[in-house]
């Protein structure tokens, strides 16, 4: 076995020509271009890859060390450059970590004494050179420490770590016989009682800012473990009430929620490692480690609890489409009635209404009071002033004659037709008083509510006969206003008979005006030509608040939009019931259509129908 174990020492002076040439600019490096240091750098990394190939044989471990720490210092050396200059060179970055780069800087800042004797750095010291005070004031505070436990360190590679000691260490031994030379003098020592005072309050700090750092690492994992504790609150309130897509979603939170937990650990981790105290980085980890299983515990609640979430939603899913069926089902059903009431029809009119019993009692004792809040005190009317003299509310129709076959509560629900009567008399000093008689009724077919429950068919011309005669036979020195309020409606045959010059001349000569109120719709109907029927239409009127109505027809008009009819079942969520009974029979006349009682389904609005 040969001296150098066979390998040629002059193959290796020439492969590390390039490196000695990086390592003996050092710091200086920095005054090349870009283009002259990436080639360097090729030039070296070629040159080990050539070593590593055992192009020059093979050495002993000693030399074989100090061959390698070279090439790879002079490589670090290029990378550090690169960092200092802001240059991007993927290579290097891809090659070096950053506490590797740190000691390379560190370390260059002292480069100055591989060109210094002892008595070169004497010299500059008995001048005070500021750049030479500055180095060994950074030496004497613990530059030499930080270095040590660096070469100790086992993220940074084994032959940077010997490049490192090596070179240290022949520093280190000018700077100690310099600074034992230069401690016999007063001056000196007085530099370093500074420099040791220094080197207190630099402890002091430092002491303070890594119980700061620690506070810090324990605030950022409690506040990572408060953020997915916050997360995990939202997850779990969004799966109460998430389809099957937003399921999915909050699945792949989950996912990103731990790993966002695990890269945050690992990032807390490396900072523990910059801790020097043992005893506290476990416990730290520890706390972190907790933390991370009180994570896992929770994630896997929230599996559980997405798995259950899941299962319901596809139940919901099944019993969806089951309803989806049945109302196929009950729409053909539906389309099927609505072809048989209209073949069967003669008159669109019959079965336009669903009034039931217990709405109609309602109806009949809100119409009464409203008038009532009217016509009391003083009334205003075509430009005459006159004062309500009597208002007697009165029993159109006794309901006991049903105690037999319906019960006490049904009884008290039934309408009684009741009215109301009142004289009116026109208020001033001298003349004549006009004198006016107000008969307000309110009708329905009580037998049919007794009998079925519910009427479906507007007033007649003959069920309004009876008390026109009546209010025209009475009618002799005072004017006689009739209203005839019913939530049923009147047949188109009415509304025509009281809009016709006949039926003004019939009865206005007799002291006769009309008005009739459709309770349902609002619709106020009346002869134009009648100056006190038209006078009095605003306080016969219900009143409606517009902007509410128009938000509900336009609710209506969206369910019936692409459609050729709607249940009036699927409309009652529109707004108040008074507004969506209004509109939707407004909405019917507008569609051209008609609205419909289908038995089983109530009423329903049919576009397009009407004959």
Known sequence: MGIFDDGDVECVKNLLRSAERVLKQGRDILVEDFAQRERLWHEVKNAYDNYLDGFCGDFLKDLDNAFRAKFEAALAILAWSFEQKGETFYPANKRFTEEELQVIDEILKYNIFEIMTKDDILTKLYRRDPEILELLKTYYLGIDKWVEEQLNNPNIKLPLRYHF?????????????????????????????????????????????????????????????????????????????????????????????????????????KKLTELKDNELQEKLQEELEKARENMLRDVRKLEEEIQRRSVELKQKEMELRRKELELLEKDQELRRKIDEVLKASESFEKGSRLVVREEARIQELNFLGRLKSKFKGELKLLNKTYKIE????????????????????????????RYLESKIKEKKLLGSKERLFLR????????????????????????????????????????????????????????????????????????????????????????????????????????????????????????????????????????????????????????????????????????????
Not at 172 to 185: D, M, Q, R, W
Not at 189 to 201: Q, S, V
Not at 478 to 488: D, K, M
């Open 390 to 417: 009597e208002l007697n509310e009165k029993i159109g129709e006794d309901v006991s004659k049903f105690a037999s076959k319906l019960d006490e509560k049904t009884l008290k629900n039934l309408p009684e037709n």
């Open 165 to 269: 000691k090596k070179t240290w260490e022949k520093y280190k031994g000018k700077l100690n016989e310099a600074i034992n030379e230069a401690n016999k003098y007063d001056w000196f020592r007085t530099l370093l009682e500074e420099w040791e005072k220094d080197k207190r309050e630099s402890v002091d700090r430092v002491k303070s800012i890594y119980e700061q750092k620690v506070q810090e690492l324990r605030k950022h994992i409690g506040e990572l473990t408060k953020a997915f504790e916050y997360e995990k609150e939202r997850i779990v309130q969004e799966i109460s009430h998430a389809s099957m897509e937003e399921i999915e979603r909050l699945e792949r939170e989950k996912q990103e929620l731990i790993e966002h937990f695990e890269k945050e650990k690992e990032e807390l981790i």
């Open 440 to 611: 307000a009724y309110y009708l329905t077919r009580i037998d049919k509510l007794a009998d079925y429950g519910f009427d479906t068919d507007p007033l007649e011309l003959a069920d309004i006969n009876a008390y026109l005669v009546d209010a025209r036979d009475s009618s002799k020195n005072e004017r006689t206003i009739l209203v005839i309020a019913t939530p049923l409606g009147f047949e188109e045959r009415i509304k025509k008979y009281v809009n016709s010059d006949q039926f003004h001349q019939n009865f206005y000569s007799e002291n006769v005006s009309l008005l009739l109120l459709d309770v349902e719709t609002g619709d106020v109907i009346y002869n134009p030509n009648d100056k006190y029927a038209k006078a009095l239409a605003p306080l016969v009127r219900m009143e409606l608040d517009e902007e509410v109505y128009a938000k509900v027809k336009e609710c209506m008009r969206e369910k019936l939009s692409g459609r050729d009819y709607l249940p009036f079942e699927e409309v009652k969520n529109c707004g108040d019931e008074a507004y969506v009974k209004k509109a939707f029979y407004e909405v019917a006349n507008e569609e051209n259509g008609a609205v419909k009682y289908i038995d089983g389904f109530g009423l329903v609005l049919m576009k397009g129908v009407r004959r």
